[in-house]
């Protein structure tokens, strides 16, 4: 596995993206709708930030916003076989929020443990 992005919970997810990709000198590279959310990934070089807008006042990113003014709301790990991932998860005794593989932007298959059983820290598996 190989770190693939950070997300970023905002308010404006494109007004984000601009700032962005003048301070890191990076560029937009995706922008989509996605399960009640804009997500917006800037390439870094070094893997993605992924920023994470709520369209509506429902789901967990509405929710973190609720309770925080944005942030980094997850660290994603790219792996050729989720269901892999998760079973050595589950083989350490790591929570997981999501038993089997579901959807995730940019058409790849994710997966998240619980923060919990890892330091604090939201982390998604990615199938590339």
Same mark, same amino acid.
């Given at each position: 596995?190989?770190?693939?992005?950070?997300?970023?919970?905002?308010?404006?997810?494109? /007004?984000?993206?601009?700032?962005?990709?003048?301070?890191?000198?990076?560029?937009?590279?995706? @922008?989509?709708?996605?399960?009640?959310?804009?997500?917006?990934?800037?390439?870094? #070089?070094? #893997?993605? *930030?992924? *920023?994470?807008?709520?369209?509506?006042?429902? #789901?967990?990113?509405?929710?973190?916003?609720?309770? @925080?003014?944005? #942030?980094?709301?997850?660290?994603?790990?790219?792996?050729? /076989?989720?269901?892999?991932?998760?079973?050595?998860?589950?083989?350490?005794?790591?929570?997981?929020?999501?038993?089997?593989?579901?959807?995730?932007?940019?058409?790849?298959?994710?997966?998240?443990?619980?923060?919990?059983?890892?330091?604090?820290?939201?982390?998604?598996?990615?199938?590339?």
């Amino acid at each position: 596995m190989h770190f693939d992005h950070a997300g970023i919970a905002t308010t404006d997810a494109d /007004d984000l993206a601009s700032l962005y990709v003048d301070l890191l000198d990076a560029e937009r590279v995706h @922008r989509e709708e996605f399960d009640g959310m804009l997500v917006v990934f800037i390439e870094t #070089g070094d #893997g993605y *930030l992924e *920023l994470l807008e709520p369209l509506g006042d429902e #789901g967990a990113i509405a929710k973190y916003l609720q309770d @925080r003014d944005g #942030g980094i709301h997850h660290v994603a790990y790219a792996t050729d /076989d989720v269901e892999a991932a998760l079973a050595n998860a589950r083989d350490l005794g790591v929570d997981l929020i999501d038993e089997e593989p579901r959807p995730g932007a940019w058409g790849h298959d994710v997966a998240f443990c619980h923060p919990k059983s890892t330091g604090g820290v939201l982390v998604e598996f990615v199938e590339h």
